[in-house]
């Protein structure tokens, strides 16, 4: 800018913008209003010709009302357009990025992780119609490990693609049934009605106000997820081999063989200068010391269901 070099003023450019306010060193600093001649206008906190701290900007598509460094949204701020969107949150170099809140013109709200002023990370998009989905985004698209709550009761937790049920999943619907369940780009490509084991005996029916970690098991479940190796169920066994194949549960709810565990363990010692961990993570979710080696929590749910400890009435596996 033009003018003295300090103080208060008035600019007005070729153009028809003009910048009111305080300058220093001939350039605007401090607090000041810089008006386009299209209508747009940017008020607050200037430093060396660009916004710097607590702003307004007003254009034809909404405000801006928060933080800037170096002429850009930076820092907190909320958008309020003039679609009727609205965003409340984390910018940098003038984009939504971190976590924020945005509420759409529709009533949908999205809460979560942004990145270049997309739903990107772990996020909740709350729908108009009631429902409810929690877990990984990407491109403003779901994708990756979620879980979608219908309104009417159905909850769907899965893989996601382009925000499609996409790989397996399981669905457990309002009425108790539990389904395993695999997808290819939204088409269901089959959907087997598992066996529910809830913190003792299996019913095919749970009630309401059912634990969280409840596990629906099929035949399938019979083998490791990560060797492939059946499961044994004689917890007794003094046969290192054979208690290598015992299933183990962890804090996480997931489970897989000793084996498995023992040689996880085995491979963390390897890349630690010999330390041996005490505990270790999940292979399948990663939530940090699921497993402990030494003391191994097994899975006596499932080993009572490979077990067929339970009578058969017309056909169907039900409680004792």
């Given amino acids: ?66 933080e800037f460094k170096d002429g850009k949204a930076h820092g907190k701020g909320e958008m309020t357009c003039t679609n009727g969107d609205v965003y409340e949150g984390e910018y940098k170099d003038g984009e939504m990025n971190g976590t924020g809140k945005k509420t759409y013109a529709n009533r949908d709200v999205y809460e979560g992780e942004w990145k270049d002023s997309e739903e990107n990370g772990q996020g909740k998009m709350t729908y108009t119609n009631g429902d409810v989905y929690e877990g990984e985004w990407q491109e403003e698209r779901q994708n990756g490990k979620g879980t979608m709550t219908y309104t009417n009761g159905d909850v769907y937790d899965g893989d996601w693609k382009d925000s499609k049920k996409h790989g397996p999943g399981t669905m457990k619907e309002a009425c108790g049934d539990v389904y395993k369940q695999v997808y290819n780009n939204g088409e269901r490509l089959s959907s087997k009605r598992c066996l529910v084991m809830i913190n003792g005996p299996p019913s095919l029916r749970p009630r309401t106000g059912e634990p969280p970690d409840i596990i629906a098991l099929n035949d399938e479940d019979k083998e490791c997820e990560l060797c492939f190796h059946a499961f044994t169920t004689d917890t007794n066994t003094s046969d290192d081999e054979v208690k290598r194949r015992l299933p183990v549960l962890g804090t996480c709810t997931h489970y897989c063989c000793l084996g498995c565990i023992l040689e996880r363990q085995t491979r963390l010692a390897q890349g630690d200068n010999g330390r041996v961990p005490h505990r270790i993570p999940c292979m399948t979710c990663s939530e940090d010391d699921a497993f402990c080696p030494s003391e191994p929590r097994y899975d006596r749910r499932l080993i009572r269901y490979m077990g067929r400890r339970i009578p058969v009435i017309n056909g169907e596996e039900h409680s004792d």
């Fill in 1 to 66: 800018m033009i003018g003295k070099k300090k103080g208060r003023c008035k600019i007005e450019f070729a153009d028809g913008d003009f910048y009111e306010g305080e300058i220093e060193h001939g350039k605007a600093n401090g607090k000041g209003k810089y008006t386009f001649a299209s209508g747009g206008v940017c008020e607050g906190q200037w430093k060396d010709d660009k916004m710097y701290g607590k702003g307004i900007i007003t254009w034809a598509n909404g405000v801006y009302d928060g």
